[in-house]
């Protein structure tokens, strides 16, 4: 991948993100990120988490694409897979809220993939998801219906923690897609200001850990 290409993609997520986030942030004004405000929910939210989650699942089918070019899937089990596959402790990446001291978000946490086969031959793949995608899935399908195991309608799971959690989660997919891009650009193309440029961008997230490198 030339330097052209790789800064025409950066460019691309980075942009968008950057408009979630200060739409996430502009919330702030009706209600700090804090821990005792993390239940509270909105329209607003409604529309942040719905917006987000549409954004992380075109951002993962790029990031499988990077770690396997001839990946074809377009759902999240088959997104999993990839992902886990290529790097099994992607579940544990974490960050960092800037604007809450030492609070941690490590919203890929729990995420995995079950395979079976079928009598008839076929695989089929199942996912664990986060709790800010089942929600997510929740809101945008069954709004109204009441979520058993609380007695709440799930409207009301498009709170402040779900959207912070997804917007973390995106922030740590467009992370890992970057620094792919970055390794894998020829050492006479890489700018070193490629990275540097991604993490000082961001208002609400400082600090990106994954283990197992990026391969």
Request: hydrophobic share 35%.
């Amino acid at each position: 991948m030339t330097q052209s290409e790789m800064s025409r993609s950066h460019r691309q997520y980075r942009e968008y993100y950057k408009i979630l986030e200060e739409d996430f942030c502009a919330t702030e004004r009706y209600l700090y990120i804090d821990p005792d405000n993390f239940s509270g929910f909105s329209s607003e939210f409604i529309k942040l988490l719905q917006t987000i989650c549409s954004e992380i699942d075109i951002t993962l089918r790029f990031l499988c694409n990077l770690l396997d070019p001839c990946f074809k899937g377009n759902t999240f089990p088959e997104y999993c897979k990839c992902v886990l596959d290529k790097n099994p402790f992607f579940p544990r990446a974490n960050v960092t809220i800037r604007k809450v001291d030492s609070l941690m978000l490590a919203p890929w946490l729990g995420w995995e993939y079950h395979q079976k086969t079928t009598k008839r031959g076929n695989v089929h793949i199942d996912a664990t998801n986060p709790e800010w995608w089942t929600m997510y899935n929740k809101v945008k399908h069954d709004r109204i219906a009441i979520r058993p195991e609380t007695n709440k309608p799930y409207y009301k799971y498009a709170n402040q923690k779900n959207v912070l959690d997804a917007l973390a989660a995106l922030f740590i997919v467009d992370s890992y897609s970057f620094h792919l891009l970055y390794e894998r650009t020829p050492n006479e193309q890489k700018d070193t200001h490629f990275l540097q440029e991604w993490y000082e961008s961001s208002k609400l997230f400082s600090g990106f850990v994954i283990a197992g490198g990026f391969e």
